[in-house]
């Protein structure tokens, strides 16, 4: 495919990926056999489109520009051959994304840390590093897990790894791919940091797992100053002897023919003036989090959860279920999944955040909804709190 006429006026928009790409760096050279040259590397995003680049990560989508690049035939990254759709590009423009495969100098120390584009008009190298990416860990599917049980580790960069770790102890690692490793939990019940060793560095959680020392209201340690476990509130609370408990007493409901309701007694749990001892700091700093397992489609109703500092609420309504994810199959968990919700989501009336989180003194957890009754619903929550991110 010839090129020529895309960068005459100097200036070719290309739309790639989503994006407006503006390709300033044409040029005036109509021959596109001629010896090919590279003269620089940049992000594709076109709000980055001035930087310039001299390594990136696997999987990066990056433009190689210079000229008599048209009729390219072949790139390669430290000699591993990357596909690319050769129509997106023009006589001074490459658009190619970075292979995930391709090796890096800490896997191979024998790279080239190279581009090579090979055109009809011969062949152009650029210097060019393939950086390691250190494992990110996004998350836990459950921040609490019974002993013997299998703990799910979110991320990316989850490349050949080593090792996972509870505090000292070696877990038996059972999957692992880029995104994602499962591991088994040791056979005793223990509370300690996670650890993740891959073959690029080692990540930490910021919090212990299975820690029943930090809470606001977790239905084991009375939540009011006269050793009631909440204020107010008649939503069933399971013991801790359960089978279906994940760290001590939950509260649950479990009901068909939910009615039209702006107020359950039964859907309510709520502490009243208590002292939760939080650090002072702005909302922005801080999560909320609990756990919560849904063991039947969700598809109505919400969990409002309202937080009060001096005299204003804050609210947050819980429903996961209300997206195109779940709008076919409703929203469930497997098992106890961990809910984390950016604490500047709570809003009061006029739609302000929480200046000072040490004056939170209340927690409320209502379910329901009074525009629709609930065919059906089985729902269990535990462990509410407030973290540092």
């Known amino acids: 495919m010839n090129f020529k006429n895309i960068c005459k006026t100097g200036l070719g928009l290309l739309v790639a990926a989503g994006m407006l790409l503006?390709?300033?760096?044409c040029d005036n050279n109509d021959d596109v056999d001629g010896a090919p040259m590279i003269s620089n590397v940049r992000l594709?995003?076109?709000?980055?489109?001035d930087s310039s680049l001299n390594g990136a990560l696997p999987g990066s989508l990056i433009v190689i520009q210079g000229q008599n690049l048209g009729s390219v035939l072949k790139v390669y990254f430290n000699d591993f051959e990357a596909t690319f759709n050769a129509s997106l590009g023009s006589n001074s423009n490459i658009i190619v994304t970075i292979p995930g495969e391709a090796p890096t100098k800490a896997v191979d120390p024998n790279v080239t840390n190279k581009i090579k584009v090979l055109t009809r008009g011969g062949e152009a190298l650029y210097d060019f590093s393939l950086t390691a990416p250190t494992p990110v860990m996004s998350g836990l599917y459950s921040e609490f897990v019974k002993p013997n049980g299998?703990?799910?580790?979110?991320g990316d960069y989850l490349y050949n790894i080593k090792s996972v770790k509870l505090g000292a102890a070696n877990l038996q690692i059972l999957t692992s791919s880029e995104k994602q490793i499962t591991a088994k939990m040791p056979a005793t019940g223990m509370i300690d940091y996670l650890t993740?060793?891959?073959?690029?560095?080692?990540?930490?959680?910021?919090?212990?797992?299975?820690?029943?020392?930090?809470?606001?209201?977790?239905?084991?340690?009375?939540?009011?100053?006269?050793?009631?476990?909440?204020?107010?509130?008649?939503?069933?609370i399971i013991p801790?002897?359960?089978?279906?408990?994940?760290?001590?007493?939950?509260?649950?409901?479990?009901?068909?023919?939910?009615?039209?309701?702006?107020?359950?007694?039964?859907?309510?749990?709520?502490?009243?003036?208590?002292?939760?001892?939080?650090?002072?700091?702005?909302?922005?700093?801080?999560?909320?989090?609990?756990?919560?397992?849904?063991?039947?489609?969700?598809?109505?109703?919400?969990?409002?959860?309202?937080?009060?500092?001096?005299?204003?609420?804050?609210?947050?309504?819980?429903?996961?279920?209300?997206?195109?994810?779940?709008?076919?199959?409703?929203?469930?968990?497997?098992?106890?999944?961990?809910?984390?919700?950016?604490?500047?989501?709570?809003?009061s009336a006029s739609g302000a955040t929480i200046a000072d989180v040490s004056k939170i003194a209340d927690l409320k957890v209502s379910f329901g909804t009074p525009d629709e009754a609930i065919a059906s619903f089985n729902g269990s929550v535990d462990n509410f709190r407030i973290v540092a991110k």
């Open 22 to 25: 503006s390709f300033q760096s």
């Open 44 to 49: 594709l995003d076109p709000t980055k489109a």
């Open 196 to 236: 993740v060793e891959g073959e690029f560095g080692t990540v930490k959680t910021k919090f212990k797992m299975n820690d029943t020392t930090v809470y606001m209201m977790n239905l084991d340690v009375p939540a009011t100053t006269w050793g009631s476990t909440v204020c107010y509130g008649a939503m069933a």
């Open 150 to 154: 299998t703990v799910i580790i979110n």
């Open 240 to 347: 801790g002897t359960d089978a279906g408990a994940i760290s001590g007493k939950y509260a649950r409901i479990k009901q068909t023919k939910l009615p039209k309701t702006g107020y359950d007694d039964a859907w309510v749990l709520s502490t009243c003036g208590f002292d939760f001892k939080l650090p002072a700091g702005a909302a922005a700093d801080r999560q909320f989090k609990f756990e919560h397992n849904i063991a039947e489609p969700w598809k109505a109703g919400k969990y409002d959860i309202t937080l009060k500092a001096g005299d204003v609420e804050y609210i947050y309504s819980f429903q996961p279920w209300n997206s195109t994810a779940y709008a076919a199959t409703g929203y469930q968990t497997t098992g106890w999944k961990t809910a984390v919700i950016e604490l500047s989501e709570f809003k």
